[in-house]
């Protein structure tokens, strides 16, 4: 017999967390700003994949890296680790900010077709890297035991 059947009244059923409604999500944008982090952004890129990977989603995933300002191969590196899955735009805005305003409106008119409450946006900097189980949560998908 479990703890949970033996706090539980008699005739009473244990408790079990309420299972989440399914994501109204069609669609993830995340947008990663950087200055001169060749030496982090493809380890950033990499986390959002594994994030996407572990918990097995198979909508829509757009990254728009924002390359401000950069003396160093960032944008390189980023075109290379994001693939066909994401853009890179080079700016000289010298504002992390504003390269993330400059990405967000990317992300948008990417996702022009997808309804505003159907779509999630994220920003991140370059030089962090997301829990495998960020996607998840975000989405509210449990992953099988």
Same mark, same amino acid.
């Not at 924002?66 to 003396?71: I, R």
């Not at 680790?81 to 400059?102: D, P």
């Not at 999630?120 to 997301?130: K, R």
């Given at each position: ?28 944008? %995340? /947008?990663?700003? @950087?200055?001169?982090?060749? !030496?982090?952004? +493809? $380890?950033?890129? &990499?986390?959002?994949?594994? #994030? ?10 757009? %990254? /728009?890296?924002? @390359?401000?300002?950069?003396? !160093?191969?960032? +944008? $390189?590196?980023? &075109?290379?680790?994001?693939? #066909? ?26 996702? &022009? ?33």
């Amino acid at each position: 017999m479990s703890v949970s059947q033996l706090l539980a009244p008699n005739g009473s059923q244990a408790y079990r967390p309420a299972p989440h409604a399914p994501s109204k999500i069609r669609a993830v944008g %995340i /947008v990663i700003a @950087a200055r001169d982090q060749s !030496d982090t952004i +493809a $380890k950033a890129i &990499r986390s959002v994949f594994a #994030a996407n990977s572990y918990c097995g989603w198979h909508n829509s995933l757009w %990254i /728009v890296t924002v @390359a401000d300002a950069c003396k !160093d191969a960032t +944008a $390189k590196v980023a &075109r290379d680790a994001i693939g #066909a899955f994401g853009e890179v735009l080079e700016v000289t805005a010298r504002s992390l900010q504003t390269a993330h305003r400059i990405g967000t409106s990317s992300l948008i008119e990417h996702f &022009r077709h997808v309804p505003r409450h159907a779509l999630l946006l994220a920003s991140m900097d370059a030089g962090t890297e997301l829990r495998c189980d960020w996607m998840s949560s975000k989405l509210h998908i449990s992953r099988p035991a």
